[in-house]
């Protein structure tokens, strides 16, 4: 028992009752660190895409992918050009995206590059239609060879879709997509991130996704939260300890 006086109060607490309340303080303090480190992060990578989507567009073919994580760093946002043409005949519709308060799809089209016979997944953007079937009576093939230009987009990750090889009936309709299911239905090698279509690229749609959406706001909320829940700590132990709940009682009555 450790007892003192403190501002005209006689405190008084257990070593163990002190012990679990630090260390509550501790947890709930660092999941606010936490929440703050994560908004600052993604402020960054917003910064580093703005700065990648300002440079020259450089050959896709030239650049090394390292994973995930280091590539939202180094490569997301970053502008490319690519020559080939593109597989007309194996779209992609991404289901149930939003653009101004409408619900369309994404259409992703696999381009053919003309140096390695490589593929890339290319996204032209968005579209709304009241079908699939109307869906691929919009969609104008692009015939021949172009040079295509847009920008590397790294997912958060690689979500699986259960898509495998002999399963797929073109156009392919999912809500989702994952370069890794699909590395085995074209040949030749095929890269890992999708390239979003620049504006004056043949058979461009509406360019409606932003490069990152940081929803620093989700953040920021949940970091004030934890540094809420450990004051609060704080604050129970104290009036605990010092006998404030009975006097407060006694001022009532």
Known sequence: MVCFECFGLH??????SAVTALLLFLAFSSLGVW???????KIEALEQSEVLASQKPVNLRELSFGGLVSDRISLQGKGVFINGHYLNDKNIFLIYKHYQDMIGYEVITPFRIREDNGV???????????????????????????????????????????????????????????VTNLKDIFDGPIYPYLVRAG???????????????????????????????????????????????????????
């Open 35 to 41: 929440q703050f480190g994560k908004a600052k992060a």
């Open 11 to 16: 405190v008084r607490f257990h070593w163990l």
């Open 120 to 178: 890339v997944l290319v996204s032209r953007g968005w579209i709304t239609a009241p079908s699939p079937t109307q869906l691929v009576e919009k969609i104008t093939p692009v015939i021949g060879d172009i040079r295509l230009t847009g920008q590397i987009y790294v997912p958060e990750s690689d979500v699986e879709v259960g898509v495998e090889l002999g399963e797929v009936d073109w156009p392919l309709i999912t809500t989702d997509i994952s």
């Open 199 to 253: 504006e004056d690229v043949p058979g461009v749609l509406v360019r409606y996704w932003p490069v990152i959406n940081p929803d620093l706001g989700m953040h920021f909320s949940y970091a004030m939260q934890w540094f809420g829940m450990a004051l609060s700590v704080l604050a129970v132990f104290f009036i605990a300890c010092s006998g404030l709940k009975d006097r407060f009682i006694g001022w009532l009555k």
